[in-house]
């Protein structure tokens, strides 16, 4: 079983539409829970932390729900360039600050 | 915010050579720098962590002899493919991580690597 799954998608998003999508992460020591987005061929990028109370950012939402060990990212008002990979990432207590990647989410928003 | 290179960032060689890629901070010193390898519509692998001044640590079946990697210092690390094979052909990607504690990495653009 992989340490963190992601629905690869494609999540096909009309532009202005919400899009949701979960990761799910296998180890319950998990400690730390972050978004990354990856474009094509290009290196990921910080997108945001995922906090335990949740958290917002512009037009992103995070929510961390530990007791199923999910993670999930919201979008909302979806623009074309938000057109990306989304990586769910997290840290291991105990990995020295490894971090253990989904194989991650596909979103195309349309116009 | 923290910028991180890498040199190459496009390579074809032919299969038995050697390859060197070079990851760099270029705006502040890393104390640990972290080599993945992602295949197409596949996740980031996690090869190795490397701190400044010691022997990195690799991951579980990534050959030490193959993939050889030095951290020299603060702000360069470097990764080697020896004897490369075309199933080494990827997307080799660095973070730097500026201090133990630090959960956030920062990472380089990566290099593709096609062996042929």
């Known amino acids: 079983r992989k340490e963190v799954e992601q629905d690869p998608g494609p999540f096909n998003v009309p532009e202005g539409a919400t899009v949701a999508f979960n990761c799910t992460y296998s180890n319950s020591a998990s400690q730390s829970f972050f978004w990354y987005r990856q474009d094509c061929r290009k290196e990921p990028k910080l997108l945001m932390s995922?906090?335990?109370s949740g958290n917002e950012d512009g037009r992103f939402t995070a929510q961390l729900n530990r007791a199923s060990q999910y993670i999930s990212l919201l979008i909302r008002d979806s623009k074309l360039s938000d057109s990306a990979t989304y990586l769910c990432v997290v840290i291991l207590t105990d990995s020295w600050g490894k971090l253990q990647f989904g194989a991650g989410t596909q979103v195309v928003v349309t116009p | 915010g923290a910028v991180v290179s890498q040199h190459p960032s496009r390579v074809i060689c032919k299969s038995g050579t050697s390859v060197k890629i070079e990851c760099r901070s270029l705006d502040f010193q890393a104390t640990t720098m972290f080599w993945y390898r992602q295949f197409p519509k596949q996740s980031l692998m996690l090869m190795a962590t490397s701190n400044e001044g010691s022997k990195a640590t690799y991951e579980q079946g990534v050959e030490k002899d193959k993939f050889l990697i030095n951290h020299a210092s603060l702000t360069l690390s470097t990764l080697t493919v020896t004897s490369a094979h075309p199933e080494d052909s990827s997307f080799y990607i660095c973070?730097?991580?500026?201090?133990?504690?630090?959960?956030?990495?920062?990472f380089g653009p990566g290099t593709r690597l096609t062996v042929t």
């Open positions: 995922v906090y335990s």
């Open positions: 973070s730097a991580r500026v201090e133990r504690g630090a959960r956030e990495q920062y």
